[in-house]
């Protein structure tokens, strides 16, 4: 079974210039998540999608974040204008409908991520 | 709000010696418990996780974590450290529906 795919696995852009990220999660996999991780930390949560909803953009920023998943599959993380902060790595994450538990304990399947340098 | 604290920022031990790498959560309810690894340029892949019931709960590659609630923790464990297992190991802690807090994790350095 293939896992999360993401491309590119690397970008390197200058400021102010756009970016985009694409996420082929795990087939069967209605969730997904778009997660930033800064170096020296753990992944935070940017946006998580039921199907082709967005459940959870709280910790989006929305002036110069963007995502969208449409038809409930491939998604894709945009950043215009990228700033020297956006600097990370943005891993994708897949997992299965919820449980019963609420979906808290749902395991999330991690794709390589795309480490984004911003000059 | 939850939170995990993962109070080693890295551990150097040698091959075949045990391991222990702790983790303190904060959460008002009953938590859902993971242990992630993450290799070099890798996704985080799933380690163990713990709901409910025994506090003792295996996972892959040998690894074992115990949850005790009265101090808030939920440490990983193994007997014996192998070379493959240098990485970096996060701990994360699910409140709501698709909100896992993760530490800021613990990097593994195995020394031959």
């Known amino acids: 079974e293939a896992g999360v795919v993401q491309s590119p696995r690397y970008k390197i852009i200058e400021k102010k210039q756009p970016v985009a990220f694409w996420c082929n999660p795990i087939?069967?996999?209605?969730?997904l998540y778009w997660y930033r991780q800064n170096l020296g930390q753990g992944p935070e949560l940017l946006i998580r999608?039921?199907?082709?909803?967005?459940?959870?953009d709280s910790q989006l920023p929305k002036d110069r974040f963007s995502a969208e998943r449409l038809k409930g599959v491939d998604s894709t993380l945009k950043i215009q204008p990228a700033e020297l902060g956006d600097s990370a790595v943005y891993l994708c994450?897949?997992?299965?409908?919820?449980?019963?538990?609420?979906?808290?304990?749902?395991?999330?399947?991690f794709g390589p991520g795309t480490r984004l340098t911003v000059l | 709000a939850q939170s995990v604290t993962q109070p080693d920022i890295h551990i150097t031990v040698s091959e075949g010696a045990s391991l222990e790498l702790r983790c303190n959560y904060s959460?008002?309810?009953?938590?859902?418990l993971f242990w992630y690894v993450q290799s070099p340029g890798q996704g985080l892949q799933l380690l163990l996780k713990?709901?409910?019931?025994?506090?003792l709960v295996q996972g892959i590659k040998g690894f074992e974590a115990e949850f005790k609630r009265s101090q808030s923790s939920f440490n990983l464990r193994k007997p014996s450290v192998h070379w493959s297992d240098a990485a970096e190991y996060f701990c994360?802690?699910?409140?709501?529906?698709?909100?896992?807090?993760f530490g800021d994790g613990t990097t593994l350095t195995v020394k031959p």
């Open positions: 087939s069967g996999h209605n969730t």
């Open positions: 999608y039921e199907n082709e909803e967005a459940v959870d």
């Open positions: 713990y709901f409910s019931g025994d506090t």
């Open positions: 994450a897949s997992s299965q409908r919820f449980l019963s538990s609420g979906g808290r304990g749902n395991e999330q399947f």
């Open positions: 959460y008002g309810a009953t938590p859902y």
């Open positions: 994360a802690v699910a409140a709501g529906a698709g909100k896992s807090t």
